[in-house]
């Protein structure tokens, strides 16, 4: 059986360092620490094939956008014949303080526009999701403005904590199971 794990984002430098693509750097460690490269573009992602243990994994960043990563993601799958209980999606989270991670089994959008995308394009909220916190907007900001901005300086290194508690979140929920990771990282 194939894990596929997807991290959210933008494609492009401009949008590299935000808050959006957390998704993306941490899809981009996990891969780094398994050994596995970004080789191919196909199905509307750049993806690295590789092992973690016994399983094979499949890591992809959608270079759909944001908005429209549930068009790359059904590709995916469809193309992969992976079943939604081994597709874990990666990506930001308002809702949680800036360092923190949540790992998540089903449920709703909670506004996501990419989680969005995928649950309506596969008609299912079926999937695993690993959630990083980039905390909420301060003051009157927008929260699209927000979510487009890089983090501040004392938010960095909190972020990169939560990258790496990501990556073995990812790594426990293929060797592990998804309820003991869970219970380890929520």
């Known amino acids: 059986m194939i894990w596929l794990i997807v991290g959210l984002g933008n494609p492009g430098n401009s949008y590299r360092l935000?808050?959006?693509?957390v998704g993306f750097r941490v899809v981009e460690r996990f891969?780094?620490?398994?050994?596995?490269?970004?080789?191919?573009?196909?199905?509307?992602?750049?993806?690295?094939?590789?092992?973690?243990?016994r399983q094979k994994v499949v890591v992809a960043k959608p270079l759909t956008y944001m908005n429209k990563s549930g068009v790359a993601v059904?590709?995916?799958?469809?193309?992969l014949g992976v079943?939604?209980?081994?597709?874990v999606v990666v990506h930001d989270d308002l809702d949680l303080a800036c360092g923190r991670i949540k790992i998540k089994k089903k449920g709703g959008h909670?506004?996501?526009?990419?989680?969005?995308s995928i649950i309506e394009l596969l008609g299912s909220a079926?999937?695993?999701r690993v959630k990083v916190g980039i905390d909420k907007p301060r003051g009157?900001?927008?929260?699209?403005?927000?979510?487009?901005?890089p983090f501040t300086a004392e938010e960095r290194a909190l972020v990169k904590e939560s990258v790496e508690q990501a990556v073995e979140a990812i790594e426990a929920i293929i060797v592990s199971g998804k309820d003991k990771a869970m219970n380890k990282y929520n």
Request: proline share 0%; glycine share 18%; no cysteine.
């Open 18 to 21: 935000t808050r959006h693509n």
């Open 83 to 87: 079943s939604l209980d081994h597709l």
């Open 110 to 116: 909670g506004g996501h526009k990419g989680v969005q």
């Open 140 to 149: 009157h900001e927008e929260g699209a403005d927000y979510v487009l901005s």
């Open 31 to 53: 891969a780094r620490v398994q050994g596995i490269q970004f080789k191919k573009r196909r199905w509307g992602a750049q993806i690295g094939e590789g092992r973690v243990g």
């Open 74 to 79: 059904k590709k995916l799958i469809a193309e």
């Open 126 to 128: 079926g999937f695993l």
